[in-house]
């Protein structure tokens, strides 16, 4: 299960993961892309290329604990951002798992008088 504390670190690598990587290799891609530790309890996102495939790789109690998510249908959100890393809140994370997209501004109807 998903470790629910709004107060976790939450990294997002910005670009496509091969999805056949599991707790070492994407551990290694922790440190040595997003320069982070990957034992420190803090989760990072990877998602693949098709972005139909999510993994939250995070390190609780002693050992390395892997979430993941495929979908059948559509796509997960892109992310906007300039940086190989992106740091994430709470809701931002399970905005992005649910398939909402926070980064759009709603537009509304104007009426022209």
């Known amino acids: ?43 990072f996102v990877f998602i693949n290329k098709r972005r139909t495939y999510i993994k939250i790789l995070y390190y609780s109690r002693g050992g390395y604990c892997l979430w993941s998510k495929r979908l059948e249908q559509g796509q997960f959100h892109r992310v906007n951002g300039d940086e190989d890393k992106m740091s994430l809140n709470w809701a931002q994370l399970q905005c992005l798992i649910e398939g909402i997209n926070w980064q759009k501004a709603p537009q509304n109807k104007r009426y022209i008088q």
């Open 1 to 43: 299960m998903l470790l629910q504390d709004p107060n976790l670190s939450v990294w997002l690598y910005a670009h496509p993961v091969d999805m056949r990587k599991q707790f070492d290799g994407l551990a290694a891609l922790a440190q040595s892309k997003l320069k982070r530790p990957a034992n420190s309890g803090e989760l």
